[in-house]
């Protein structure tokens, strides 16, 4: 059973890790995953982080629920952030435990490639020039959910 | 029903949700669509490409030819950006 957490908050992904294999001895990998808010030459003031309430939750619990049926993890812990963050803020955190590597590293990369493309949050760049834009999606990312 | 709106859509509607009362005859989430077009200036920029909106029905993901019947909540949005 996946812990999933919306919040303004920032997290400790080291934390979130130890959290995962705390008095256990049967984890063999642990994979952590941390998006962060990137800035292009001096381009972007702030990120202004929007979700769906309730939805949120939902559908990465649905996204989660995938990945534990594909792969046999021992634990996974997702948090996003939501509202204004700065450019070197941590926004998403997947970790994801199993005994082996590659079921730890695939379901990393397969929430991530899932959470881009149907997790209800929304990016808009506020820039430093003052122009506010909506984050548009990149087909990259379309294409590398659909390679799951 | 309610309604209710995120990014763009929600900007471009000017509200983030409304209860609305839909006319009979509105089967699909494409009818509601065309309907909600009608509406207004707003509500035609905001659907100006209806192809690009999303929708969901009770926070689940739906396409355009899912029934509204029984909706309760129906969500506005435009392609998702998060991760």
Known sequence: ?148 | MKLVYFAWVRERIGKPEEQIVLPPGLITVEDLVRWLRARGEEYAHAFENPKVVRAAIDRRHVKPDAAIAGAGEIAFFPPMTGG
Do not use: N
């Open chain 1, 1 to 148: 059973m996946a812990t999933i957490r919306i919040q303004r908050e920032d997290f400790d992904a080291g934390r979130e890790a130890e959290t995962l294999t705390a008095g256990r001895t049967d984890v063999g990998a642990v994979v952590t995953f941390t998006g962060l808010c990137r800035d292009e030459a001096g381009a972007l003031a702030a990120l202004e982080l929007e979700h769906y309430p309730g939805m949120a939750e939902e559908e990465i619990g649905r996204i989660a629920a995938d990945a534990e049926a594909r792969w046999p993890l021992l634990g996974l812990t997702i948090v996003h952030r939501y509202g204004k963050l700065l450019p070197g803020a941590q926004i998403v955190l997947v970790a994801a435990a199993s005994a082996h590597r590659h079921a730890a590293f695939e379901a990393a990369s397969f929430l991530m490639d899932y959470l881009k493309t149907q997790a209800p949050f929304w990016k808009k760049e506020h820039r430093a020039d003052a122009r506010d834009s909506w984050v548009e999606v990149r087909s990259e990312d379309d294409v590398a959910a659909r390679r799951w």
